[in-house]
């Protein structure tokens, strides 16, 4: 491998510029909030959510090799636990939120326990069926959901501005980020990753497959409560129909074309979908203005109808093309800003896992290929800056 | 006292009898071979031992204590560490990581402790760290440090398999043919590895192995099963001449003697 790429060697100057580039990047996303519209401001909460939603998939997809086809349901029960304890139950937003977290990992749990049993395509099938009951039992209920008019969830004062609220998200984000990051380098995230490549393995390694997995669903689960929790508040008004199947494969497709087991592709997977409807509104007003060409106004005009397709799209590249997805390609981008020596002229690795697997030189498969750039992006532990 | 005893273990798999009234014993600083054709239900017998598989009757003791009903983790912190036939590492992460993921016993840290970065645990990490360098250098395979596992070539693996079981800090080290896909300098040096192992670190092995003059080399006792059943035990030497042995190995009939 070392033979095919040359590795370059950072020179001090070089390391004081990535380092001013990523505080360049940081200071951008930290104004952004404050710079921007109010509306503006309440999308790139909802982006930032999106971010934490995705990084709860993503330990179960990424670190852990389980699926949910149901994480609507997570999420939903979180949102609509917050909406209800603060607008029933009085209690404040700061409490309900947590406790929307703990309420998605007890859920999430129940799922764990059923994962213990089955694997593969019949886990997603349960996952899947997991996430409908609960759309027609738990979001059906009228005191807790509203109904169809949904549950309203007011933020309190100082957060009723979108642009606070957007930094409480993007706070939030920025420690859940870092628990990702503690958690893979840790005994907690090799066990994870372990149990994903062979339980047996896993298992030899004196790691109790129980404990991990269903460890694996309860993370995930707060994560997933936490986001609802943050999402209610975010909208202000809960209505179970953002609670659906089709978003639950939104999750799925912002975590695997982020790039599975990658913190950064991930949630910058999330935000782009999230962001991905208004985008298209925008494009499509721009081409109403901009020309006269009718198959161009019509598809204008359809834009936002088109983007499930888009979605779909963006997914089937990822897989075919780059299953290491977003992070894949800003590999060399994150390898440089991280100041360590890195490859000119990357190839993708899966060529070489390939093969590999052909002769099966490894025992066990995984669900979906998660990935190719699985684990590079962890710097080796050893040459940490934080000594 | 042995370190390992199987005694009388039957494993069936529907109809067929994979192992039959299997007993052995391991002492302590022994390496003993386990051969036989294939098909002969040594990994099987491997993954009774290590707890993969439920015994239907018979009973494994560790260190005197029956394990029959534990779990592999279980069996795995009592000190128990084994290599599998198709390499037994964590995809997609460099040999390092590979090392480290496999003290996990060792760390002392709760795993929520690790995820907020509790202070003690970046002290631990290091040690960690330093050890995974340490059986590294002792299994002659610093080179390979950061490269990723599944960009390396299957001997290779081979040893940082065997580097990764030693980073569990086992009593009795369990390898399924730890030589298959070396060449034969490449045994050679796995020889040296198998026989330092015992003499610095007081690493008891069971290994199942064809390599003959691996077995003949490092092995003080050897055990052979065909058809699930033990056939023959004894010192290498006896067992190369055993004809019992050698009909199974070729196929042959013979007169028992």
Redesign the interface.
Known sequence: ??TAVEAVEVTPQGLIARRLVLLGILAVVLITPAVVSAPSAGLFAQAAVFGIIGLSLNVLMGYAGQISLGHQAFVGVGAFAAAFMTTDGGLPMYVSIPLAAVIGAVTASLLGLVALRIQGLYLALITLAYGLVAERSIFGIQPLTGGGAGKPAFRPAPFESDKIYAYLCLAVLGVIL??DW??L???????L??LK??E??????????VFYKV?AFVLAGALAGLGGGLLAFRQTQVVSQDFTFSTALTYVIMVVVGGL?SRIGVVIGSAFISYLPFLLDGFGRFLEGATTIRPLLWFGENLPVLKIAISALLLLLTITQFPGGIAQQLHPLTMWLSGKPFPKHEKA?RH??KS?RK?????GTDVAD???G???H?E???SSE?G | MGLLEVHGVTKTFGGITANSDVTLDVSEWEIVGLIGPNGAGKTTLFNCI???YPIDSGVIRFRGTDISDL???ER??LGI??S?Q?????????V??NL???Q??T?P???M?????APE??AV?RE??GKADQILNFTDLMEYR???V??LP?GV?KNVELAT?LA?DPQLLMLDEPSSGLSPTESDRLGDILLRLREELGVTILMIEHHVPLVLRVCDFVYVLNFGTLLAQGKPKEIREHPEVIAAYLGGETDAA
């Open positions: 491998m070392t870092y628990l503690r958690m380098r840790t005994k907690f995230g090799r066990a990753l372990a490549s062979n047996q393995v896993a298992a030899s390694f004196g790691m109790n497959p460890g087991g690795p070489k896992k590999l002769k099966g030189a490894f025992v998660p990935a190719a699985n684990g590079e962890e080796d532990p050893t934080e | 290590t707890g993969v779990k592999t983790h795995a912190e560490g084994r599998f198709n390499l037994g590492l964590v995809r997609g992460t460099t390092l990581q480290i993921t496999a996990h016993m760390v840290y709760g795993v402790a690790g995820m907020v970065g645990t970046y990490e960690v760290v950061n490269e990723i599944d960009d299957y693996l079981v569990t």
